[in-house]
């Protein structure tokens, strides 16, 4: 599978308001706002495929948050976590906003389409630079 990220004009105090104060985790409703999927593929998505791909676990996320409060308290040390917002949260599956929000296109033109402008091999500069700083 390959994909890559779209980016779009977006009003950005408007989702600043929508995501401002130091309640987390952030209304799971927003997602739906901010964020879509497309998947361009010969046949259609099994709801199995996309839960291997966007499975979100509760614990997992509430382990990140506590973690991300103690470590990275610049940004994180203020976070209240509200228990009615991590409830929304699913236990061990997909939201199911990114659910509503996936499209499938089945079309395989589009496929020729988007690969057309790939690069397959890196170049050596890139490697180099890669190699440089991560390492």
């Known amino acids: 599978m390959r994909g890559n990220v779209t980016t779009y004009a977006l009003n950005n105090d408007s ?22 999927i497309t998947f361009i593929c010969q046949e259609r998505l099994s709801l ?34 509200d228990g009615q917002r991590l409830a929304q949260i ?9 659910v509503l929000i996936s499209r499938h296109r089945l079309d395989e033109g589009l496929l020729d389409q988007k690969n057309s402008g ?12 890669f190699n440089q700083f991560f390492s």
Not at 16 to 36: C, D, F, K, Y
Not at 49 to 54: P, T
Not at 90 to 98: A, F, L, N, R, S
Not at 118 to 129: I, K, N
């Open 15 to 36: 989702i600043a308001s929508m995501v401002q104060g130091n309640l987390m985790p952030r209304p799971i409703e927003t997602l739906s706002s901010v964020i879509t």
């Open 48 to 81: 199995s495929r996309i839960r291997s791909l966007f499975r979100v676990r509760r614990q997992v996320f509430l382990e990140a948050l506590l973690w991300l409060r103690t470590h990275n308290s610049t940004y994180y040390g203020t976070v209240q976590i």
């Open 90 to 98: 699913p236990e061990d599956d997909v939201p199911t906003e990114i």
């Open 118 to 129: 790939y690069v397959s091999e890196p170049q050596l500069g890139a490697t180099v630079f």
